[in-house]
């Protein structure tokens, strides 16, 4: 019996049986509800796997989860980049434009924001993120008043990721004609862990918006490439879908211009071939002239092809760009050219600029391996390897297409274009994640749809190769996959695989919804099967859906359970509330970048920089400002930063321009920001730089203005554990070559210990543990006794056995706290030590007693690298401002985001003193 003999008696008695169910399987309409159902199962299994968040399943203590959540028990957002969405947010809603006013520049008004990098502000953004953030409220509010911004923030990544399911599964179904594929594809890309813990319910920010809009401009180009053989308008129309999506796309993402140069390559080089194929076959056609009629139709539907493709691609190129321009002005659709210049030096020590390159310490943007880029897009080795091969696969579409349709010449043997465009996106993407970690997301969905394709070409060859003894080899293969799955799988999770379908019940009509339309699935699937009397055929829907199973099980299982811990908490809250109610509307907020969206949105006050500013010079003078010893050098910093911002060494600065270089202009701020007015404008007329008046006057009002605007610092636990970080900044050497290595440069560091104290016979002894190995023990030894501090290395054996040495720190700094006093004491141990102790003891909080009845007092202690021993950081935040004369301590609550001392986020005023006398 021929193949398609045996396709005709499948389609009959399929037809047949499904008589006796008065149903037909193959009507268009039980297809497309088919299609509908599993896009909503998708969908809502994408919603209810990232509501996980919100479950707060990270503590079982009431305590913690209310420091966590707000009022109404709702979590607050995670991360830091959603809370400046959610404040441009809250903006849009109240004055109808991002940002907190308005402001002329160029005879323009643009919504400003005067929060940001202040004292000079900077353009405020406006993304979809914001207008999908304030319709959920507006919607939500409306229901339940008690709804916050926040609250309707928090669930739009999850909202949002419901849509990726949709042109990954219409993708891999155009390629395949395989649901099965689709689905699996889908779900691998949503449930990818680097698109997925961007994408979580809470974390309100936009890397669904870059993956999105590029998944939809690829699915209408590939819909207008498949109907590009036809005369109707189809092709053009999806065409014109796709540069719609274009148009929408720099709304979305500043970076919109990648999947714009990767249509571009796929276009121009589609068409290129194209061409060639139709050169080629049209020039032996005129050879063999009337010889064969099917090859001069065959070079009319190319003929035909080609000129759809030129429609297509000129529409999405050339129209795009000029609607781009039109609607987001020239400087969008330029910026296209320039900015993947900026890309390629992501890694580079130090910016273009001259000034340090603050990206390179930024995790997220640290180059990833070829081991991470595999972990972080499909979970594990195998799945990559499938996604590649299915991408292969997807160029031999013959045994996928009707034979009729071969045999009548209208489609080649190999099918290029879709390998050609998943080739080149998977390309471009590739490269861009070897430059960051956070760009693996971008390689996803290609190798996804490979994924995709792989089971949907399975599936489909067998199913039109029944006659064949394939299934011999391919249902045992098919087994050993997906039991080898489920059992990893199964021993990883502990046996808890049913917790896939129940990741949630936070919102319980989206766990409702994804349940039922999976029943109905069950359902539908079970009574195609029973309908179907061809057994062949019956045993390979069953073994694809168990190869399915397979493949998507072990992502799935790895993200449930999943929780996200939020960063803002009422801790930090307290003291913010503080700074929105007792500062001036003028102050402004330094501290390192990380946590400048959570504090201007709290307090409603200027920050120095932020997370979108931090590779800025302001990463140098921060840096050196905590970093030093010097505390008049950190007071000229902090006053210069909140009262003039750059203006003393931007591009277009007296000194900049004077002195020739930034290196020179670092080294006559360093001199003079600790002087006074009068000090400083005497160094200068003695500067071998020869300022004039008028100069020495500009210079001035920027370091030593008039009019300053008052400043808070604020430190807290997670900024000790990244001194290495800011004090790498803080200590930059401008006259080192621009390419020296970290390694290479100072830095500075400190590491908590475990450290225990107690009074014995009116002795303090504080211990703190510096070593520890299975065979001894190493301590640091302090004892006061009469306002004297002594100190001693000690050494524990396993049997008990002690020995004692000289102390090798380079200095021992101890605070005890008691009955509202505290006593520094401050003595240097050993001249050639490298690292120093920093402690602080506060015997008014007794945490218990030893085993002689001693009081246990709360301690803490950290070793530190001898740079930052006397720092102005070290000061601050492990003594509370005790050494320092000009730095207050006025606000102190708990920070339960990291270990170290409690309260442990501080807020401390800046007195400027006399600098301008």
Known sequence: ??????????????????????????????????????????????????????????????????????????????????????????????????????????????????????????????????????????????????????????????????????????????????????????????????????????????????????????????????????????????????????????????????????????????????????????????????????????????????????????????????????????????????????????????????????????????????????????????????????????????????????????????????????????????????????????????????????????????????????????????????????????????????????????????????????????????????????????MNKLFMILLAIGLITPTMAAIVPFYSVPTYNDGWGESLEWINTQTPNNSVITCWWDNGHIYTWKTERMVTFDGSTQNTPRAYWVGRAFATSDESLSNGIFRMLASSGDKAYNSDSVLIKKTGSIANTVDVLNEILPLTKTEAEETLKNSTYKFTDTEISEILDATHPEITNPDYLITYNRMTSIASVWSYFGNWNFSLPADTSRSEREAGSFEALNTYATTMNDTLVVRSLLQQTNDYSIYALIEVNNETLTGAMMAVSSDGQIQTQQLSMHKVKLMVSENGETKMYNTLASVDGELSLLMNVNKNSIIGTDGSGNPVYTTNSWITTKNLEDSVYSKLHFFNGEGLETMKLEKASTDPTATGVQPGFKVFSVDYGNYSK
């Open 1 to 538: 019996m021929t193949e398609n003999n045996e396709n005709v008696k499948n389609s009959t008695s399929a037809t047949a049986n499904s008589k006796k169910f008065n149903f037909n399987f193959q009507d268009k309409k039980v297809k497309c509800a088919k299609t509908i159902l599993i896009i909503i199962f998708l969908a809502f299994l994408s919603f209810q796997m990232r509501a996980q968040t919100a479950d707060m399943s990270f503590t079982t203590n009431e305590q913690y989860l209310d420091i966590f959540s707000d009022d109404n028990g709702r979590m607050y957002l995670t991360a830091l980049d959603p809370y400046y969405y959610l404040r441009m947010s809250e903006d849009y809603l109240e004055y109808g434009h991002t940002g907190d006013t308005l402001k002329d520049v160029n005879g323009q008004e643009i919504p400003w924001d005067s929060y940001k990098y202040g004292p000079t502000g900077a353009p405020a953004t406006f993304n979809l993120i914001n207008v999908l953030t304030v319709g959920v409220y507006q919607i939500w509010h409306s229901m339940d008043s008690t709804v916050t911004l926040m609250n309707a923030a928090f669930w739009v990544p999850a909202i949002l990721s419901m849509f990726i399911v949709i042109p990954i599964f219409f993708i891999v179904r155009r390629i395949t004609s395989s649901d099965i594929g689709g689905a699996v594809a889908a779900i691998l890309t949503s449930l990818s862990p680097s698109i997925f813990v961007k994408t979580i319910a809470g974390f309100a920010d936009t890397p669904v918006l870059e993956i999105l809009p590029l998944l939809f401009i690829v699915w209408f180009i590939i819909e207008a490439m498949h109907y590009s053989k036809d005369k109707s308008p189809k092709s053009l129309l999806f065409g014109l879908l796709a540069t719609i999506m274009l148009v929408a796309y720099p709304f979305m993402w500043s970076a919109w211009w990648y999947g714009y140069y990767i249509i571009i390559a796929f276009l121009v080089l589609y068409l290129i071939y194209k061409g060639l194929i139709y050169s080629h076959d049209a020039k032996y056609n005129k050879d063999n002239k009337n010889k064969n009629s099917r090859s001069a139709q065959k070079v009319e539907v190319e003929n035909l092809e080609f000129l759809n493709t030129l429609k297509v691609a000129g529409l999405f190129v050339i129209g795009g760009a000029i609607a781009i321009t039109a609607l987001y002005g020239t400087n969008t659709i330029m910026g296209a050219f320039e900015a993947p210049l900026n890309y390629i030096g992501l890694d580079e020590v130090s910016s273009t600029s001259g000034w340090p390159n603050v990206l390179t310490t930024v995790s997220e943007l640290d180059t990833a391996s070829f081991d991470e880029m595999v972990s972080s897009s499909l979970s594990s080795i195998y799945l990559f390897a499938i996604g590649l091969v299915g991408i292969f696969l997807s160029l031999f579409r013959k045994v996928l297409t009707p034979t009729k349709q071969i045999v009548n010449g209208l489609v080649d043997k190999i099918d290029v274009k879709y390998a050609l465009l998943l080739v080149i996106w998977l390309a471009v993407t590739f490269w861009a994640a070897s430059k960051g970690v956070r760009f693996v997301a971008l390689m996803v969905p290609p190798l996804s749809i490979g994924v995709g394709i792989f089971t949907g070409f399975i599936e489909q060859f067998i199913k039109n190769n029944l006659d064949k003894k394939y299934e011999y080899v391919a249902y045992p293969t098919i087994a050993i996959i997906a039991l080898y799955s489920l059992y990893s799988t199964y021993k990883a999770d502990n046996g808890d695989l049913l917790r896939i379908l129940f990741p949630s019940d936070y919102v319980p009509i989206a766990e409702g919804i994804m349940l039922a339309s999976l029943a109905l699935l069950i359902i539908y699937k079970i009574a195609d099967m029973v309908s179907e009397s061809n057994k062949k055929l019956v």
